[in-house]
């Protein structure tokens, strides 16, 4: 992917439909008695992964572009695969995968790329271990391929050490065919997209603080799912338009789940122009269109509470912290070692490449702003956010940008480049 520096980025867009919500609607769908119809479905690679893994235990998944029809059949409806279940890239379907497939009469193996074969599982493995899963892998369970076996379970009261949506997920899906109760509590709210859409497909959940709870033996009933945009591609948009003076930019439909919507409030806290127009509630989901507007930016600090509502995002968040003026500090974001990359290490690295000044800490990094960017020869490293964020940092920068190993953008972001294209001049 090439890049040149741009002089305006203005027009009115969608992104695609958000990746969390994806797989969920995919999953709950094939867990429920009946039909479950999917709008704005993200045919991103991770949620086709996601797709694969339930026709290879017999569900029937149709799909056309962004519609996606899955014919549940309840959740012991799931067949034992012949096969290896292939996650491809993604973290989110192995992780919360492993607590549908604890819960199911048969074995099966879940194994995915190079960069999930480095993702800690333990995280999920340990819990469900507790509830009677019977779960190995590498280094006692760390590590990919899972073998896993599969029976009955009983419910625990779970206090996780990080905040994870994936570990919560992983352990209520678990929940919901255990005995008795099941509950998680976390340091920080992270993003409650399960929560909401069980309660949309008929599931008593209740919450209270960072806590929740599931009882089991419940049953989902198909539905139909609308998918908002997804907020984590905006974020790469929301930059463009604070990367380039003179820019403006409208986008529909996305999803503002407060779990979710940390970009908005910390772009909002480097001086930069978000509205939030048109506010509606689809599918217990919040959604809205983003009147985005440039400014100057300042430097900010960003921690604690804030972080899990909006760790996807930090790639492209150092970069407009790049430009800006002053100081941007990054702590308690740990969790940044363990996803797609080491994306302390891949953020540092590539947009150093660009004159940025970025020194990585032990939980984040520390970027000096006012750098003049030029343009640098980038690698995604397999990294779909490494890969945008950087292609972002390209339309502030003097000169051209190439990217290489672009095509792992397509796991949340297909289009990604043509749509730049078409906003920017
Ligand atoms: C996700 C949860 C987050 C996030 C990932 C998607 C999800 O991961 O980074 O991109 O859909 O549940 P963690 O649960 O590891 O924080």
Redesign the pocket.
Known sequence: MRITKAQRVEGTVRVPGD??IS?RAVMLGALAEGKTTIRGFLPGADCLSTIECFRRMGVTIEREGDLVTVYGKGWYGLEEPRQRLDVGNS??TIRLMTGIIATQPFHAVLEGDESIAKRPMRRVVGPLREMGAKIDGRQNGEYTPLAIRGGKLHGISYRSPVA????K?AILLAGLQAEGTTSVEEPYL??DHTERMLQAFGIDVQRAGNRVSVSGGQTLRGREIVVPGDISSAAFLIAAVMMVPGSSLVIEQVGINPTRSGIIDVVRAMGGHVEIVNERLVNEEPVADLHVAHAELRGTVIEGELI?RL??EIPVIAVMAAVAQGRTIIRDAQ?LKV?ETDRIATVASQLAKFGAKVTPTDDGMIIEGGAALVGAEIDSMGDHRIGMAMAIAGLAAEGETTIANAEAINVSFPGFANLLRQITR
């Open positions: 990746k969390s797989h973290g989110t994870s949506a994936q570990v997920s992270s993003r899990p760790i996807d969790e996803k």
